[in-house]
């Protein structure tokens, strides 16, 4: 089996999620369901129907977040350093373009989230910058069109 990288904060977010669907989603599904049942025929009940559809996509989600969790490989970012960028790295890029500076930090495929400035390890930017040091210019072929970022800063944060 295959590990997923992962920062401690995603497997944290994971962990929390899990729980709150175990220990309210779950609970509170199954009281939709009895009081959907309580109202009689259950072949044309669309409260019960919606009950239970609802039930099979957080059962889904639970084996998801549990399949992940078997596979993460936690990396503690605070024991990394160095000039050279890799997973948990935080960057400060500047697009060669508009002279529009960016950060990001490249993290695990289930942490990341664009808005915020984490991108996944396994995106088109991040595979261009890994190995790449302060300095370095990468180009980069997007969805968008191709862009040319110059590495400003690598940090561990």
Do not use: C, W
């Not at 401690?8 to 049942?37: F, N, V």
């Not at 019960?48 to 490989?73: F, T």
């Not at 969805?143 to 944060?157: C, D, H, M």
């Amino acid at each position: 089996m295959e590990k997923i990288p992962m920062t401690a904060s995603g497997y944290d977010a994971l962990e929390e999620e899990l729980k709150r669907r175990k220990s309210s989603d779950r609970p509170h599904i199954i009281q939709a369901i009895a009081e959907a049942r309580a109202h009689g025929d259950l072949s044309e009940n669309a409260e019960y129907h919606a009950a239970k559809e609802s039930q099979g996509l957080n059962e889904s989600r639970i084996a998801d977040l549990e399949e992940k969790m078997g596979r993460a490989e936690v990396i503690d970012i605070s024991k990394l350093s160095g000039d050279r960028v890799m997973f948990g790295a935080t960057l400060t890029l500047v697009d060669e373009d508009t002279d529009e500076e960016r950060l990001y930090q490249i993290v695990g495929e289930s942490e990341a989230d664009v808005k915020v400035g984490k991108i996944s390890i396994t995106s088109p930017i991040a595979r261009a910058l890994i190995n790449k040091s302060v300095g370095d210019s990468v180009e980069v072929n997007t969805p968008g069109g191709g862009r040319a970022y110059e590495i400003l800063k690598v940090e561990f944060i």
